[in-house]
């Protein structure tokens, strides 16, 4: 896909409801995790699938024999991303999707194009995860603007209750709203509907980090009409460390980048004349892509990592997930541990709390006896399982929970 001065090419039809298809089987044999490791950690980075190994060795052989990487084509491989990563969030332009770094790099791009004022508000979660923070938290100074960071305060019904606040969080002030999917901590999940049409009833620019959720819960931006979604590839897209993909909507699509990269000018693809310098952006988001974009050793692994995403869906992947936990969540529920409501969190990523008598050190020295990977989230242990996962990961860390309250 090259760079077309209108943007309207290489667009990509909505897609149609898809399929029924069978539910996924465990796909332990397509990683190379050790039998007696129970991963169940995505939610702090994602294994690379076989695929995308081999697809990262090839990449860096192929920096060998520098002839085979042939300008321009080769510097436009990178589009096959965009074109994925649209199919993922179900985005009818590829062309929306931006090549970045990371989650803190499309953030401040947002801040930087989005119009704030004194008095306005920026509404964020309670302890959100600091890529999507530190760009309001200066915005908010530099323009005077109230930064509203919404808890879910005290009480049953916590996953109810915050979503309610951070919708009433919502007024007329509201300039930007940038929140999560799912909380990184412990899997809250929060209406994204809801927000959205909140978000459009005041105005207000909504910006989603779905870094917890793509590529493990459906979502669909063609519904939703986000500003701004960014993932970053190496949790559940199980690829490489340093990318993300962004989907940028129109209301960005007279920004200013945060760099003045050639490859995200029109015409870029005529290596003859790129000392014709021009002005004018690449259309829709390739203007925001990060320099060298192109990546011939990254992108390859994020896309293996797509296709395979792609082929499983994340539907398949979020019923696996919740087929493979509903009978654990039943029983550690028996002794005594508590996990948030069903519709107020994903089966992929939640946190699961404690009873009083447990103590965290002695729990975290015998998870990591067992070689039982999750990680401790406050006071709570966070649980990310895959499709990697299977009954025997759940049934040895349900020994050490019941060790744990004994």
């Not at 995860?129 to 915005?139: E, I």
């Not at 209406?191 to 779905?210: G, K």
């Not at 029109?266 to 974009?293: H, K, T, W």
């Not at 401790?376 to 860390?397: E, I, K, Q, T, W």
């Amino acid at each position: 896909m090259r760079p077309e001065g209108d943007g309207t090419l290489g667009t990509v039809r909505a897609a149609a409801p898809p399929p029924e298809r069978s539910p996924l089987s465990c796909r332990r044999e397509d990683f190379h995790l050790p039998g007696d490791y129970h991963y169940l950690n995505c939610a702090y980075m994602g294994p690379l699938p076989r695929v995308a190994e081999e697809a990262g060795i090839a990449a860096i052989r192929a920096k060998r024999m520098p002839t085979d990487i042939v300008p321009p084509d080769a510097f436009w491989e990178t589009d096959g991303l965009r074109e994925r990563f649209a199919r993922l969030v179900n985005a009818p332009n590829p062309r929306r999707v931006a090549i970045q770094p990371g989650v803190s790099y499309a953030v401040a791009t947002a801040a930087r194009n989005l119009p704030v004022s004194a008095g306005d508000s920026i509404v964020l979660t309670h302890e959100q995860f600091p890529g999507n923070v530190y760009a309001w938290r200066r915005l908010a100074a530099e323009r005077g603007a109230e930064l509203r960071a919404v808890g879910p305060g005290d009480g049953p019904g916590r996953g109810r209750r915050w979503n309610e606040r951070l919708l009433e969080a919502i007024d007329a002030r509201t300039a930007v709203v940038s929140v999560p999917n799912v909380h990184w901590t412990d899997g809250t999940r929060f209406d994204l509907e809801a927000l959205a049409e909140r978000c459009r009833d005041v105005d207000a620019a909504l910006v989603l980090d779905a870094t917890q959720s793509v590529g493990a819960l459906p979502i669909d931006v063609t519904r939703l009409r986000p500003d701004v979604l960014v993932s970053a590839t190496y949790k559940w897209l199980l690829g490489p460390y340093t990318l993300a993909l962004t989907y940028f909507g129109p209301r960005f699509d007279d920004g200013v980048p945060l760099e003045e990269t050639w490859i995200a000018r029109e015409r870029s693809d005529d290596f003859q004349n790129l000392v014709d310098y021009q002005d004018a952006y690449a259309p829709c988001a390739v203007r925001y892509d990060m320099a060298e974009r192109s990546n011939f050793f990254l992108a390859p692994i994020a896309a293996a990592a797509l296709d395979m995403i792609l082929e499983w869906s994340p539907e398949r992947i979020q019923a696996y997930c919740r087929s493979l936990t509903a009978d654990f969540l039943t029983e550690v529920g028996e002794l005594g541990y508590s996990v948030e409501d069903e519709a107020w969190r994903g089966a992929h990523l939640f946190g699961l709390r404690m009873p009083a008598s447990v103590e965290l050190g002695p729990l975290r020295d015998r998870l990591a006896e067992r070689r039982v990977f999750a990680s401790l989230r406050g006071s709570a242990l966070r649980l990310s399982p895959n499709v990697y996962n299977d009954p025997a990961d759940l049934a040895v860390l349900h020994e050490v929970l019941v060790e744990a309250v004994r």
